[in-house]
């Protein structure tokens, strides 16, 4: 049948089960918007409050459902405006596919009115992307970006589209679109046997999951594999959920904010055995002195990530899932008592710990654990109180922690903590928040109102930019160079003002009855919950030290009692 490429973009759209779209219209994408509104009981459409806001919804939507997120945007700022959410997707393998429109073709590369070069700007931080210019391409062209989108690592790709594509007519005819198969090409036996024999010959094995293993779906392999190593595990930020966080096996997080087990643990093993990770800087400290005392075997679907931060002894590349199924057949049961009794001494000899008096950042997390345990989704700013959810939050499954860890992106929450919500709409959906870090995409309130997507947004609101704070407390002699934020903005009146339900809460005892509030709530809540300005994450690794170099506040309070007294 003949259709105008506005309409064979919707039909792709459907091909695909694409059944929400976040965005903002514009003169570019008149057509599309325009289709749109005549397949909205197919496609339902999120009107964000800014772009960026559409990108991180997509974004959020993709990491708590696992399907392909997708955002639509105009040409000019438009466009540029979906940036910053794209490259949060592309550093944390999001898969998401942003679809924006650009001048006709006869005006490219005159300048014109909001043209600009999306796909040249975009390059680095994209899997692929497009620029149709003809017709004939629109169909295959939106096929293949779904298809790059979520094989292999996913990632975002974007897709401009020239307005006069949006008006032509061409012929189209449904495609029944395969699923996704997962890598298993790459792995190879002589690998898989290789891993095993480095398994079975370990004495002290740590295992390390990764955000890989959440993209996966690989939390039920991977304890089974935990098992058979007699192992225990360790997470980065992206691989919370993978494994679960009360099991007695997990010693928590991995790194710079990671637990004194974790880190004494990776250190001091013999065998690192790597699920899904990419050894991020914020995870291996000095990469030179980072699990030197073992060997390292990688397992990972990207062989671009092999030997590229970390040098590894072995590694065997393809689906995580698949590969952790094939070593749980062939690996025999492991015994490592004396190992995994000195592990667990250490968790119990250093346990994550606050000031029990005021109201804390951890307090607050450690009540919504309580109250909604391991059926909500947490999404999160970027700074401190992203690293208190991380720390506090027990995960249980995967999915349910999205968060940028990549690029780090504050104002990347509550764009997310939509998206999540209406991708699961049954699953309580928190957004932890700081203060500078709600002011940068504070807007979005609105659009969560207007819906009635019932998020909660807790802001932790310290008046100050937190986690540079902390550094500049520790590092540079407590000259805090524009991190107090003593603005006059009252954030329950703002929220109120947007359309959402606002509270302010000072005292531990006022957490648990708001929180419940909050929770049968039809619309969105905003919860400002005060804290001190000089609460700080602990413990903490010092940049370019050793991770085995953690240290807390009781080791740092004695470490200036030693120097005074010496």
Avoid at 324 to 345: D, F, G, R
Wanted: charged share 25%; with cysteine.
């Amino acid at each position: 049948m003949t259709l105008t490429g506005s309409q064979i973009l919707v039909e792709c759209l459907k091909e695909q089960g694409v059944d929400t779209i976040f965005g903002y219209p514009g003169g570019q994408v008149l057509n599309i918007y325009d289709e749109l509104y005549r397949h909205q009981d197919e496609i339902r459409h999120i009107l964000t409050s800014h772009e960026q806001g559409a990108s991180h919804a997509a974004d959020g939507y993709a990491r708590a459902t696992g399907k392909v997120g997708v955002c639509l945007a105009t040409s000019g700022p438009g466009a540029t405006n979906l940036v910053t959410g794209i490259a949060t997707a592309y550093m944390d393998s999001v898969p998401m596919v942003a679809i924006t429109g650009n001048v006709p073709v006869p005006l490219l590369g005159k300048d014109s009115f909001q043209e600009v070069d999306i796909a040249g700007i975009t390059m680095p931080i994209t899997k692929h992307n497009f620029i149709v210019k003809d017709i004939a391409k629109l169909a295959d062209t939106i096929r293949k970006a779904f298809r790059i989108a979520q094989t292999g690592r996913p990632g975002p790709v974007l897709v401009d589209i020239t307005k006069d594509v949006t008006a032509a007519t061409y012929e189209y005819e449904k495609v029944e679109i395969p699923p996704v198969k997962r890598v298993t090409e790459t792995i190879q036996e002589d690998d898989v046997l290789r891993a095993v024999a480095m398994i079975e010959a370990a004495d002290k094995p740590m295992i390390f999951v990764g955000g890989g293993a959440v993209i996966a779906g690989a939390d039920k392999e991977l304890k089974i594999f935990a098992d058979l190593v007699d192992a225990p595990v360790c997470d980065s930020l992206m691989g919370k959920g993978a494994f679960s966080g009360e099991d007695e096996r997990y010693t928590g997080m991995l790194g710079m904010h990671g637990t004194k087990t974790s880190n004494y643990s990776v250190s001091e093993c013999d065998l690192l055995i790597t699920v899904g990770a990419r050894f991020s800087d914020r995870v291996t400290g000095n990469a030179k002195k980072f699990a030197n005392k073992a060997k390292v075997l990688q397992i990972d679907v990207d062989p671009a990530e092999i030997n590229k931060n970390v040098v590894v002894n072995h590694k065997v590349i393809g689906d995580v899932k698949e590969i952790l199924a094939i070593l749980n057949k062939k690996i025999t049961p492991c015994h490592h008592e004396e190992w995994m009794k000195k592990v667990m001494e250490q968790k119990e000899q250093f346990p994550l710990t606050y000031h029990p008096e005021g109201l804390s950042g951890p307090y607050i997390i450690e009540e919504i654990y309580k109250l909604v345990g391991k059926d909500a989704i947490i999404t999160t700013e970027v700074g401190q109180h992203q690293m208190w959810a991380a720390q506090y939050f027990k995960y249980t499954k995967p999915r349910t922690l999205l968060t940028s860890g990549g690029l780090g992106t504050m104002g990347y929450g509550l764009g997310a903590s939509i998206g999540a919500k209406v991708g699961m709409p049954d699953k309580p959906v928190f957004n932890i928040a700081g203060d500078g870090c709600f002011r940068m995409n504070m807007n979005e309130i609105a659009t969560a109102a207007r819906y009635e997507i019932p998020i909660i947004e807790v802001v932790f609101n310290n008046h100050v930019l937190g986690m540079v704070r902390q550094w500049q407390t520790l590092f540079y002699g407590k000259r805090y160079s524009h991190t107090i934020l003593n603005d006059k903005t009252d954030f329950v009146k703002l929220a109120e003002a947007m359309g959402a339900r606002a509270y302010r809460i000072t005292k531990k005892e006022e957490v648990e009855p708001v929180l419940k509030e909050a929770l049968t709530s039809k619309v969105p809540v905003l919860i400002e919950c005060i804290i001190d300005s000089d609460d700080k994450v602990w413990p903490m690794v010092a940049p370019g030290a050793a991770i085995a170099e953690v240290f807390s506040e009781e080791d740092l309070k004695q470490k200036e009692e030693n120097g005074k007294t010496e």
